[in-house]
């Protein structure tokens, strides 16, 4: 047996409108139980509104939530009425089963009791009868049937009127039947029956158990109206091709071309949030569209561009992204011109294009301020000011345009101006964002974040507010993250997760997820970052824009930790692959933190001056412009730059100038990490200095700086704390160590040798075992002086062995 299967498509009607048009019938003339209608109703609603409620996270068949077959359609009845009984726990079990056969039987019974064309055709004409402005919808050819259908107008229990809404379904429905061709009547009848087979069975079942049930006739004698024409009617019946015993079936589907639309404007916007695959059903209604069909609906082109854009294929992203605005502009959507360009400038941003990306975003500009499209220019500025701060070298090439300081005076005016909230909240986001590059005071910062948030917090929750909320919620999880209280950061990750929910875009929760295991590393819960970050491989696996991000940051992570336990060989490949993926990524912040892994990688290898030069060649970077300059990183990079000096250079004393200038500058902003990080590094270059007369001044400071230490929740720099704490102790009083202090120098250095056994740390595990074992000379305690000594080769060996370790 052959099989073929087709497609055809409407502009109103298509065959799941059907069973929606007899139920509202069998509601018009009284067909259905009065106790039964609430949930009739309800459910009528559900399935006029189709998809367009449907959850853009959801995981159901899209196209039956748009086009629903029949069998689904009594899933929702019965579902419907149970729940409606069940919460008014009104009727008997078996009573509520009567009313859900009832309905269904009705149901089918109308389907079914559609015998040939004409009766389709006059069933889809005579619901112009349950409107009372059904005069004004009957045409003269069609008078006959119009005062047949005052016979049954009398028995007509519940008129609507066009403007209600049932009555505009069904206004709809008569219009389209009106600008009906013959030759479209018939292929909807070729659907319909199609579309009704699959039902056939629990019909037939019906029918035996009740032998008295047949079609509900709601519209009274059907023949009344039927032309009677043979010949017609042979040739109908050449046309339908579906024979019970014959070898040939074809399988022809119906779809509503506005249905559609909005079907496919459902999944753009599914994608966008959401990325992920398009559904198989269909993915096989777009393969089966000819060239013609795509051009009624243009979304289609769009589906495809997202597509292509996710597996990052940039010829078929331009040219289905083309195709799209051809079929707009050909239709006459100029208002959507600037909104194309911007598409094409995201686009073009993606795949590295940098330069016609700022082409085509000043174009779009140009275009929204001649249509005087305020919105659109105040969103384009937005896109603009996020473009520019992940390419800050771009501000300088192209000297023409605003820079971030006009961007964002221009929005938080505008965007107040024009009365759109969520965008003058992302203006403010922008503003803490410019702030904390430039390094200004913390709570200039939370200012303009809170103002963020009091704008949020004001609005409804549709789906727009709780995405930018939980942008905000991410910027300030980052904000605090820098600053080093941790706690507060992970709070805002998980307020973030929790108020969008399933609603969050996977792009956000992505980068929710890298901030989250950034956290959990820190802390010292390797495994448990690595097995995070693991755990959404899957998800992101096929998409390359996210797949980018994410390995990107989990080669960092892992080059970090293989630098950590001295497998400098894994990491050095790791950072090479890393050098060369880093072009495609756009993000200036992993650029500097790819730098900075490179500096302590060379630092490592005990190449000072490869690792110096590494550090200058940021410095040159991160100050050529103001829009180029990062406060965080180069702090980061003037302590690094300062450590390496301490370690290498026969003048160490020449780091404490650098040291202190990076500890004033972090402190204007408030960042803990950072004060912490470059105190304990001016406590170890003054003990390289002098290790006895600056013990005392390294004392005061880490009594001052341990609680703030601690408060970061960086278990590296606790560690690294208790460590100088002990060994400052030791140094201090070695010649007249009591057995009062032996304990306390004894928990500060066990602190930090677990420490840093957690974090895997080699270099400074050696570190605390060669004071150990000094206190263990000072003892004279031999054989702790021998254990500790095994303990030091075990961790040499492993640290000269580490080039033997695979990549895994």
Same mark, same amino acid.
């Given at each position: 047996m052959s099989s073929g299967k087709e497609l055809i498509f409407t502009p109103i009607i298509d065959s799941s409108k059907l069973p929606i048009l007899v139920l509202i019938t069998g509601y018009c003339y009284g067909r259905f139980p009065a106790k039964s209608i609430p949930p009739i109703l309800s459910t009528l609603v559900e399935l006029i509104e189709g998809g367009r409620n449907t959850h853009f996270n959801t995981d159901d068949d899209i196209v039956s939530e748009f086009f629903p077959p029949v069998l689904l359609i009594m899933e929702r009845l019965q579902h419907s009425i149970k729940l409606f009984f069940k919460n008014q726990n009104s009727e008997t079990e078996q009573t509520v089963k009567n009313y859900i056969f009832q309905v269904q039987s009705y149901l089918l019974g109308e389907i079914w009791g559609i015998h040939d064309i004409d009766e389709f055709y006059s069933f889809l004409k005579r619901s112009q009868a349950l409107l009372v402005e059904q005069e004004s919808l009957i045409s003269d050819s069609d008078t006959k049937c119009f005062h047949n259908g005052q016979k049954m107008r009398k028995r007509l229990k519940k008129p609507l009127h066009s403007s209600s809404f049932l009555g505009k379904f069904v206004s709809s429905i008569s219009i389209a039947t009106n600008t009906l061709m013959f030759d479209e009547t018939v292929r909807l009848w070729?659907?319909?029956?199609?579309?009704?087979?699959?039902?056939?069975?629990?019909?037939?079942?019906?029918?035996?158990?009740?032998?008295?049930?047949?079609?509900?006739?709601?519209?009274?004698?059907?023949?009344?109206?039927?032309?009677?024409?043979?010949?017609?009617?042979?040739?109908?019946?050449?046309?339908?091709?579906?024979?019970?015993?014959?070898?040939?079936v074809?399988?022809?589907?119906?779809?509503?071309?506005?249905?559609?639309?909005?079907?496919?404007?459902?999944?753009?916007?599914?994608?966008?949030?959401?990325?992920?695959?398009?559904p198989n059903s269909l993915k096989k209604i777009l393969l089966s569209m000819t060239e013609s069909q795509r051009g009624t609906v243009p979304s289609s082109y769009y589906i495809k561009y997202l597509e292509c854009w996710k597996n990052g294929d940039y010829e078929g992203s331009f040219r289905s992204l083309h195709r799209y605005f051809d079929y707009m502009m050909s239709n006459k959507q100029q208002l959507f011109y600037h909104y194309a360009l911007l598409s094409l400038a995201t686009l073009h941003s993606s795949f590295g294009s940098d330069e016609e990306a700022l082409r085509a975003i000043d174009e779009a500009i140009s275009v929204a301020r001649e249509n005087k499209d305020l919105n659109c220019l105040n969103y384009l500025l937005t896109w603009l000011f996020d473009f520019l701060k992940s390419r800050p070298e771009l501000s300088y090439k192209f000297v023409d345009h605003p820079g971030r300081e006009q961007i964002l005076q221009f929005l938080k005016l505008k965007t107040k101006e024009s009365k759109n @909230?969520?965008?003058?909240?992302?203006?403010?986001?922008?503003?803490?964002?410019?702030?904390? $590059?430039?390094?200004? @005071?913390?709570?200039?910062?939370?200012?303009?974040?809170?103002?963020?948030?009091?704008?949020?917090l004001n609005l409804d929750s549709s789906l727009n507010t709780k995405m930018s909320f939980c942008r905000s919620c991410q910027l300030t999880a980052t904000v605090w993250a820098r600053v080093g209280i941790q706690s507060v950061a992970e709070l805002y990750i998980d307020t973030a997760l929790q108020s969008a929910g399933k609603d969050i875009s996977i792009f956000d929760e992505v980068e929710l997820v890298l901030q989250r295991s950034l956290i959990l590393y820190s802390k010292g819960d390797i495994d448990d970052a690595f097995e995070y970050l693991e755990s959404y491989e899957d998800r992101v696996t096929g998409e390359a824009i996210l797949m980018k991000s994410w390995q990107t940051r989990y080669m960092l992570l892992k080059a970090d930790f293989w630098i950590r336990r001295y497998r400098l060989r894994q990491a050095g490949v790791l950072l090479d692959n890393l050098k060369s993926q880093i072009?495609?990524?756009?993000?200036?912040?992993?650029?500097?933190e790819l730098e900075f892994e490179c500096a302590l990688f060379q630092s490592k290898l005990g190449n000072p001056t490869e690792a110096t030069q590494i550090i200058f060649n940021q410095f040159s970077r991160l100050k050529e412009s103001v829009n180029s300059f990062?406060?965080?990183?180069?702090? &980061?990079?003037?302590?690094?730059?300062?450590?390496?000096?301490?370690?290498?250079?026969?003048? @160490?004393?020449?780091?404490?100038?650098?040291?202190? &200038?990076?500890?004033?500058?972090?402190?204007?902003?408030?960042?803990?990490t950072l004060i912490s990080k470059g105190s304990l590094a001016l406590c170890d270059v003054l003990l390289r200095i002098?290790?006895? &007369?600056?013990?005392?001044?390294?004392?005061?400071i880490l009594s001052e700086g341990m609680p703030i230490i601690l408060q970061t929740g960086d278990l590296q720099l606790s560690s690294k704390g208790y460590y100088l704490l002990s060994y400052t102790f030791f140094m201090a009083k070695k010649e007249h160590l009591s057995d009062d202090e032996l304990p306390r120098i004894d928990?500060? $250095?066990?602190?930090?040798?677990?420490?840093?056994?957690?974090?895997?740390?080699?270099?400074?595990?050696?570190?605390?075992?060669?004071?150990?074992?000094?206190?263990?000379?000072?003892?004279?305690?031999?054989?702790?002086?021998?254990d500790i000594s095994i303990s030091i080769d075990r961790v040499e060996a492993e640290i000269e062995s580490g080039d033997q370790y695979g990549l895994c």
């Open positions: 070729d659907a319909f029956i199609t579309y009704r087979a699959k039902s056939e069975e629990i019909w037939n079942n019906m029918k035996n158990v009740n032998k008295n049930l047949t079609s509900n006739k709601a519209w009274g004698n059907r023949g009344e109206c039927n032309s009677k024409d043979e010949y017609i009617q042979q040739k109908v019946e050449q046309n339908t091709i579906v024979e019970l015993g014959g070898t040939t074809q399988e022809i589907t119906s779809y509503s071309q506005v249905d559609l639309a909005q079907l496919l404007e459902f999944q753009v916007h599914k994608l966008q949030l959401y990325s992920g695959t398009i @909230p969520i965008l003058q909240s992302m203006a403010y986001q922008h503003e803490a964002v410019k702030q904390m $590059l430039e390094g200004f @005071p913390l709570r200039k910062i939370l200012n303009n974040l809170t103002r963020a948030f009091f704008i949020l072009s495609q990524i756009h993000d200036y912040e992993l650029g500097c990062n406060n965080y990183w180069m702090i &980061n990079f003037q302590i690094l730059y300062a450590e390496i000096i301490a370690k290498q250079s026969s003048s @160490p004393e020449r780091a404490i100038s650098i040291l202190l &200038n990076s500890l004033n500058t972090a402190h204007k902003s408030s960042l803990l002098d290790p006895v &007369n600056s013990s005392h001044d390294v004392e005061e928990v500060y $250095l066990s602190k930090s040798l677990l420490g840093f056994k957690k974090l895997r740390d080699l270099e400074w595990i050696r570190k605390c075992l060669q004071l150990q074992k000094r206190i263990a000379l000072k003892n004279k305690d031999k054989k702790q002086q021998g």
